[in-house]
C-alpha cells in the first residue's frame, strides 16, 4: 500500500515569488508519482507525472517537481507565481505492483497568490 | 475541456430519495472510476471499471451502486444516503488501467443530503 503526505494545508505567496508545494510518499514497491491541480469549481487536471528517467519533470506552465527516492519527496516548485496559480494541488502515488490504476492522493494543498 | 462531463453538476436531496449521477467520456478511454472529495480529506477511490467490468470496489457501501453500460458511460445510483455522504463526487477516465495512464477528471457533481 502506498501513503501521499503534503504537509502544508494553505500556502501564501505574493506574485512573482518562488513557491515549493511538498509532497512525501511511501510505499514498499517502486512508484509512479503525479501532481494534479484544481481550480475552483472544476474538477481535477494533471500537471505533470514523474514515470521513469530523468527524475526532473516540467510542465508547460512553468512548474517543475524533482523525484527524490532516497527522501521519498516529489516536491513541486515553480520559480515566479502568477494570480491564475491559484488552485488546490494535489500530490498522488500509484505503486508498480500491476493492481492497475489506483492513485493514491494526498489531502492537498491550497496556493494562494496575492498582489 | 477535459473530455469528460457529469451531471448534474448539483444535486440536493433527502435521505430517502433515490438519485443517479451520470459521466460520459469522450475521449475514447477504456477504463473508467468514481472518487468521492470530501473537505480535508484526500480523495478516495470508490470504483473502478475497465472495459465495462468492475475491477475495484473500494469497500463502498451498497447504498451507492455503480453501472457502467460500455466504456463512455459511468452512472452512480445513490438511495438512501445519509448526511455524511456529501461530497463531491468525481468521475475519471484513462486509456487503459495501468498505471501510468493519465486519468482524466470531470468537474464533479456536488451532492448534498439532507
Known amino acids: 500500500a502506498q501513503s501521499v503526505t503534503q504537509l502544508d494545508s494553505q500556502v501564501p505567496v505574493f506574485e512573482e515569488a518562488p513557491v515549493e508545494l511538498r509532497c512525501n510518499y511511501s510505499s514498499s514497491v517502486s512508484v509512479y508519482l503525479f501532481w494534479y491541480v484544481q481550480y475552483p469549481n472544476q474538477g481535477l487536471q494533471l500537471l505533470l507525472k514523474?514515470?521513469?528517467?530523468?527524475?526532473l519533470v516540467e510542465s508547460i506552465n512553468g512548474f517543475e517537481a524533482e523525484f527524490n527516492k532516497s527522501q521519498t519527496s516529489f516536491h513541486l516548485r515553480k520559480p515566479s507565481v502568477h494570480i491564475s496559480d491559484t488552485a488546490e494541488y494535489f500530490c498522488a502515488v500509484t505503486g508498480l505492483t500491476g493492481g492497475g490504476n489506483k492513485l493514491t492522493f494526498g489531502t492537498g494543498t491550497q496556493l494562494k497568490v496575492e498582489l | 475541456e477535459t473530455g469528460v462531463t457529469q451531471t448534474p453538476r448539483h444535486l440536493v436531496m433527502g435521505m430517502t430519495n433515490k438519485k443517479s449521477l451520470k459521466c460520459e467520456q469522450h475521449l475514447g478511454h477504456n477504463a473508467m472510476y468514481w472518487y468521492k472529495q470530501s473537505a480535508k480529506k484526500p480523495l478516495e477511490l470508490m470504483f473502478v471499471y475497465n472495459f465495462k467490468e468492475q475491477t475495484e470496489n473500494n469497500s463502498v457501501p451498497s447504498r451507492f451502486s455503480p453501472e457502467c453500460p460500455n466504456s463512455s458511460h459511468l452512472f452512480l445510483h445513490l438511495h438512501t444516503l445519509q448526511p455524511e455522504d456529501s461530497a463531491l463526487y468525481l468521475c475519471a477516465s484513462s486509456q487503459s488501467a495501468g498505471g501510468a495512464d493519465t486519468q482524466y477528471f470531470g468537474p464533479g457533481t456536488r451532492l448534498t443530503v439532507l
Open positions: 514523474y514515470l521513469s528517467g530523468s527524475t
